[in-house]
């Protein structure tokens, strides 16, 4: 390789290539900031230190340098050149990132991080209160540089620390509800804020710790059960109406129940138990009660109402006025597909309902 460098606007020979040099306009340069450690040379090209010399015919050494001992970087744009201080704190944003990973104390609190966002994601939290509640955290440990982004599919979580970055990313397979466990998941975030919760292997272990407490399946159908003769009653139904209402709520949890257990997808879900549960309703409050058309559709109507999803309606309002526009149209998609086959279940039975009363006997028994 020849020992001559090539020329660049009438400057000296020890000048960099021009290849090294940014393609900079020479009649317009970026202002620098004032506590920038560098050295401009306007008379003269930037010398070239002996580490950037070719030595034993090989070719110029790498600008950014090797290990933790990088070589000054410097540039040449030909009227000017500019060369950093060894050891400044901008080093860290032109060497390349060591990606850190096992149990070192900053991937522990990456895996953490993402643990916090991803249960509360789970349990039905809005994003601004993930976001927050993340990043709260983060500073509470130590971490200054975070990068955060949250979608329907996942959170991932990026820690930075000089040269070593962590990164964690957990799946988020459904946003439920449950505000029992949002509320001990804050708790934990407190603590950490007071001081109380040091270990970061025991915070993690706290925050893995926090399950859902739920009542048995059987305590559920009655609830709901329950609920729906109470929108039947508030909707001006009789007593009919929402005895009705509460068995078609009956047949319809339980069949809910039963279609999840088996694995079928929430929107065939939804629109099976609403066709189930609104039928039911509708033949006891005609052929048992003996009621009018407007009220047989009350209370197949009432009964359909408990699978409307209302917190995760109310969560995507809430992402899009505060920003998070993405995540928060995801959530209203989900929510309106839901209702879109409730509604698809309740046309069924309407359907069913007409064609029952046109060929049937007005009374069984």
């Known amino acids: 390789m020849s020992q001559d460098l090539p020329q660049s606007h009438g400057a000296s020979s020890n000048e960099l290539p021009a290849h090294f040099a940014p393609d900079f ?27 950037y010399r070719p030595k034993d015919g090989y070719g110029l050494k790498d600008g950014y340098g090797q290990g933790i001992s990088a070589a000054p970087v410097m540039f040449s744009t030909g009227d000017f050149g500019v060369s950093t201080v060894e050891g400044t704190e901008y080093e860290r944003f032109l060497l390349p990132d060591k990606l ?68 964690e990313f957990k799946e988020i397979k459904q946003f439920a509800i449950n505000m029992d466990a949002l509320a ?100 006891v409050c005609h052929y048992g009660f003996q009621a009018s058309a407007d009220e047989t559709l009350i209370a197949a109507t009432c009964t359909t109402l408990l699978l409307v999803p209302g917190f995760p309606m109310l969560n995507g309002f809430l992402d899009i006025f505060k920003g998070y526009v993405p995540i928060g149209l995801t959530r209203l998609v989900i929510a309106a597909v839901l209702v879109i086959s409730a509604a698809v279940g309740l046309l069924t039975t309407s359907y069913l309902t007409s064609l029952l009363i046109t060929y049937l006997p007005q009374q069984w028994w």
């Open 25 to 51: 306009p020479h009649d317009h340069h970026t202002k620098l900031p004032d506590d920038f450690p560098v050295e401009l040379n306007h008379d003269e090209a930037a010398p070239i230190p002996n580490s």
């Open 100 to 167: 850190v990973t096992g149990e070192g104390e900053l991937a522990l609190k990456a895996k953490l991080l993402a643990t916090l966002g991803w249960r509360m994601a789970s349990y039905g939290a809005e994003t601004r209160l993930i976001v927050q509640s993340v990043k709260k955290m983060a500073h509470d440990l130590g971490c200054h540089s975070v990068d955060l982004s949250i979608t329907r599919d996942g959170i991932i979580v990026k820690l930075r620390h000089g040269y070593e970055v962590a990164v």
């Open 184 to 283: 001990r998941l804050h708790h934990i975030c407190l603590f950490v804020n007071e001081g109380k919760l040091t270990d970061l292997k025991k915070i993690y272990h706290a925050i893995r710790a926090v399950r859902p407490r739920h009542y048995s399946r059987n305590q559920l159908i009655f609830i709901e059960a329950i609920a729906g003769g109470c929108f039947a009653y508030l909707n001006g139904g009789t007593l009919a109406v929402c005895l009705s209402a509460i068995i078609g709520g009956l047949f319809l949890m339980y069949a809910r129940f039963a279609f999840i257990k088996r694995g079928f997808f929430e929107s065939f879900t939804f629109m099976l138990s609403a066709c189930i549960g609104s039928l039911i309703a509708s033949l």
